[in-house]
């Protein structure tokens, strides 16, 4: 059978301990996305916490649990993502941290109750179930079909860049009528002046500039690279990306 588990993933579970809180609400004036229990509810959401700039920190695609909200996240940053989202806590009676009975699968194919990545719909198709720690992983398949379709993510990619430069409009990772979040002034600001003077962008390692250059994948030959969209050829571009640059 083939390897589904993304053990690079973890799962962040927001849960109130009130029946007058809610998970989605609590989140819904913190990230980028509109994650409002009925949205939740037709399919996970991509989304982010940035600073206060605009910049991005975190990434995530959120997902509804009844009155909780599941986060699947990078593992090498979940306890960082649950501090962080603690701060904004104050005295709310909501619980955050890892899930760790919940694992991330991912499959390029169709799966019984699974959900379409809301990023673009060939990344393939994603779903939460109970961890097993005999499971294969198939983190390296998982690279290298993100990479191959121009995608970005996670800090060691995204970290410190606003928001609109990840391709976040043309990924589905922002909403720009959903009320305030944390960054959601300069966020608007760039997308009213149509101010995204940079991209990331996948590239062939050998065309990389290594000044530019965010994260590099040898043995892949690709490279994530934070360039000028004046200095993008819209025709090296995947299409999704291309016509972002083109509008």
């Keep these: 059978m083939t390897a589904t588990r993304l053990a690079n993933r973890a799962v962040i579970r927001v849960s109130p301990r009130d029946p007058s809180e809610n998970g989605s609400a609590f989140l819904q004036g913190l990230v980028t996305n509109d994650v409002r229990a009925e949205r939740l509810a037709q399919g996970p959401v991509y989304a982010a916490l940035l600073t206060a700039q605009g910049k991005a920190m975190f990434d995530f695609l959120v ?17 960082d993502l649950a501090k962080r989202l603690g701060l904004y806590r104050l005295r709310r009676a909501i619980d955050i941290a890892r899930d760790e009975t919940l694992a991330v699968h991912w499959s390029a194919q169709p799966r019984e109750g699974a959900a379409a ?19 294969e992983g198939a983190d390296e398949a998982w690279l290298a079909h993100r990479l191959a379709h121009g995608v970005p993510e996670g800090q060691g990619e995204l970290g410190d860049i606003l928001w609109l430069e990840t391709n976040a409009v043309e990924l589905h990772g922002v909403s720009f009528d959903k009320g305030c979040y944390v960054g959601q002034e300069n966020t608007a600001r760039m997308n009213w002046r149509q101010k995204v003077n940079r991209r990331l962008v996948v590239v062939d390692l050998e065309r990389s500039q290594e000044k530019r250059r965010k994260a590099a994948y040898p043995a892949l030959g690709k490279a994530v690279d934070h360039l000028r969209v004046d200095d993008l050829d819209p025709a090296t571009l995947p299409d999704w990306q291309a016509a972002g640059v083109s509008a």
């Design 63 to 79: 997902w509804g649990d009844g009155a909780d909200v599941l986060l699947d996240c990078e593992a090498c940053a979940a306890d």
């Design 117 to 135: 990545d809301p990023r673009l719909a060939a990344l393939g198709w994603r779903w939460l179930a109970p961890a097993n720690d005999g499971e």
